[in-house]
């Protein structure tokens, strides 16, 4: 069993929902935390950045109101993305509007910086760095992560290459600490195969795009449910660095998605209009969409998870609970 800080413990579900870029907000942060899940969104998505104190005030009293109405059945806590990346010239700020309201989790996104994870450490935090290979693992750690994403071949967005059981694999070698796995999952089933490998949560992004709750256009949204794992591909043309994107998105956008040029780093951009409008246009998405019928609220979503969770224990012979990480 992982060593996993207090706020980590006894979640209803081993699930972190991922920050969308563009489509997380507050409304369906709020219904992944209250469902019994830990919800999460960029800071970036809120623009201007002075709408983050607004977001976040929204998320905590909102969440502070539910836990007194409910007190038997708790929402889950919730996180905040920041990328740590020389473009993000708004991180300064938003580090100081997350300290105000003590964020919880985290997220920390391309690049892992001491000076970081010291400030929310400062206000009891806990910090999570996403990483796509074991070198990037340590790197995080030695710099004062607390714990880790593994984000595996066919996640959504920026996704590594790795096969999922030779990253959980490799970290687990050195590391007991959080881990998080993302990579396809959409189901139940593959959230105990997470854990089954060494995982202790579930890292669940694309499947949440497909809800009531999330800022993103109907268009994408059914192109999801209308989609599976052939309807995606691996570029790096849009930010610099690789991900995985709705090929019908990109053919609208007057591209071909099989023939796209190749990108480097040196064109990534988070923190301008550029970077919003290409993440707009081009539908970021990951290989588990298949699992994914249906445009929902996340409430259901994440009672659907619920259930194939369970009966994939109980096919295992695992039980009846639902067994937090």
Not at 24 to 35: D, E, G, H
Not at 54 to 74: C, F, N, S, V, Y
Not at 164 to 188: K, M, N
Request: aromatic fraction near 8%.
């Amino acid at each position: 069993m992982s060593r996993l800080p207090p706020v980590l413990q006894h979640l209803p579900l081993p699930i972190i929902g991922s920050p969308l870029f563009i489509v997380s907000n507050p409304k369906l942060v709020i219904a992944q935390c209250t469902a019994g899940v830990v919800g999460s969104m960029p800071a970036l998505n809120a623009r201007p950045a002075e709408q983050l104190d607004e977001w976040l005030a929204e998320i905590t009293e909102t969440l502070a109101a539910w836990d007194r109405d409910h007190p038997e059945q708790k929402a889950a806590p919730f996180a905040i993305n920041q990328i740590v990346h020389k473009t993000n010239d708004r991180l300064e700020h938003d580090m100081a509007v997350c300290a105000k309201y003590k964020v919880p989790i985290v997220i920390t996104s391309l690049g892992a910086r001491t000076d970081i994870n010291d400030a929310v450490h400062s206000w009891g935090g806990v910090v999570l760095h996403d990483i796509i290979n074991n070198f990037f693992a340590k790197k995080a750690i030695e710099k004062g992560a607390d714990g880790l994403i593994a984000v595996a071949a066919g996640a959504g967005g920026h996704a590594g290459v790795k096969s999922p059981f030779a990253l959980i694999q490799e970290i687990r070698e050195w590391f007991d600490g959080p881990v998080a796995l993302s990579g396809s999952i959409a189901t139940g089933d593959a959230v105990l195969a997470a854990q089954a490998m060494g995982a202790d949560f579930a890292y669940i992004g694309s499947a949440f795009i497909a809800t009531d709750e999330a800022r993103a256009s109907d268009a994408y949204k059914q192109c999801i449910v209308d989609s599976n794992s052939d309807d995606i591909v691996y570029s790096s043309l849009f930010t610099g660095v690789h991900g995985n994107y709705l090929k019908p998105s990109i053919r609208n956008a007057g591209m071909d998605p099989d023939k796209l040029p190749e990108s480097d780093p040196s064109a990534m951009n988070f923190g301008g209009d550029g970077a919003k409008k290409a993440w707009k246009d081009i539908w970021g998405c990951g290989q588990g969409i298949g699992a994914v019928k249906t445009v929902a609220p996340a409430a259901e979503l994440v009672a659907r998870l619920k259930r194939e969770y369970q009966a994939a224990q109980r096919r295992l012979g695992f039980g009846e609970g639902v067994a937090s990480a």
